[in-house]
């Protein structure tokens, strides 16, 4: 520090130049000044030396001020996935337990409902696409092989693919208990698991961001396929809680044995039960939306 001085006396003269003491470094600073008349004559000013503890200081202030920006968009998109799981949507319900089930706000599979009876409803699903791989274990719900097959897929969506790209999120999960001839899906929402009669094997589906159509990018792990899943009709329940196989045994023969009364529709032969799972695992059970579907046709076809 140096103290201020009285420069009213002094009259700056063109060509003058004026040394200011530098830092302790020894460096010193110059400014050279011209008659400014309208005459065209300037007033030019030479750069001071910036010592290299100035510089750091300007080096860590820029990265700082980038820091912080580079914050503020991650906390907002933290904060819009986050606004996807905390304000949900729901479907429209046919009674107070489907009221209470709520959903990500994440795209899904497209459909439209034809009709709707007192224990399941009828729908048309339009195509779409998924990523699919065969579960380990003989149990379509075991929590270390579903966790192991899901694991599997997410890695596949978040980037592990040959476009390194990530991908959104989509609902619901499929599981799906299939015949040894499989069925066709496609990955969005849900998840998927389907089960392979004759191997006695499940195969858990994502549902692909219908952005991409078939133009995915293709998985870097050999036992993840993409499959297109074909325009269908479906005979869906929908439940709340947590998922188990038994569970899934008995509602499926309740909902085939309903079936069995539909004038309009009939089950498609050689269909197995699909497993639809739309939340995370944090979600409270009552809020849950599972579902389970069966393919139906036309009864007059």
């Known amino acids: 520090m140096f103290p201020f001085c009285n420069l009213s006396p002094l009259s700056l003269q063109p060509g003058m130049v004026i040394q200011v003491p530098g830092k302790p470094t020894g460096q010193s600073s110059f400014l050279s000044v011209t008659n400014s008349s309208s005459s065209g004559e300037r007033i030019n000013t030479r750069p001071s030396t910036i010592s290299p503890f100035e510089s750091r200081i300007s080096l860590v202030f820029a990265l700082a001020s980038q820091a912080n920006s580079l914050s503020q968009r991650l906390l907002a998109d933290v904060a819009a996935e986050t606004a996807k799981y905390l304000v949900p949507k729901r479907f429209e319900s046919r009674n107070l337990e489907e009221g209470l089930m709520s959903v990500p706000d994440l795209e899904t599979v497209e459909f439209k409902v034809l009709c709707r009876r007192d224990q399941y409803e009828i729908r048309e699903v339009e195509p779409y696409f998924v990523a699919e791989t065969t579960m380990p274990g003989k149990r379509g719900f075991d929590f270390n ?18 476009k390194n790209e990530k991908m959104e999120m989509t609902t619901p999960v499929f599981t799906s208990k299939n015949q040894s001839d499989g069925v066709k899906m496609d990955m969005t929402t849900p998840v998927l698991t389907t089960k392979i009669e004759d191997q006695d094997k499940w ?21 993840v396929t993409i499959k297109e899943v074909s325009r ?3 005979a869906v329940v929908a439940f709340s ?7 899934i045994k008995q509602r499926e023969l309740k909902l085939r044995e309903a079936l069995k009364s539909d004038s ?8 197995s039960v699909e497993v639809a ?10 809020q849950r939306r599972n579902e389970i579907a069966l393919e139906v046709e036309w009864n007059n076809k």
């Open 145 to 162: 092989g579903a966790s192991r097959s899901f694991n599997v897929l997410a890695e596949y969506l978040f980037g592990k693919n040959t």
């Open 203 to 223: 195969r858990m589906s994502f549902v692909m961001p219908s952005k991409y159509g078939a133009n995915l990018p293709l998985p870097k792990d050999s036992s």
């Open 232 to 234: 269908k009709i479906v």
């Open 241 to 247: 809680g947590f998922v188990n196989d038994e569970e």
């Open 264 to 271: 309009q529709f009939k089950i498609k032969e050689g269909t």
């Open 277 to 286: 799972q739309y939340n995370p695992p944090f979600t409270l059970p009552f």
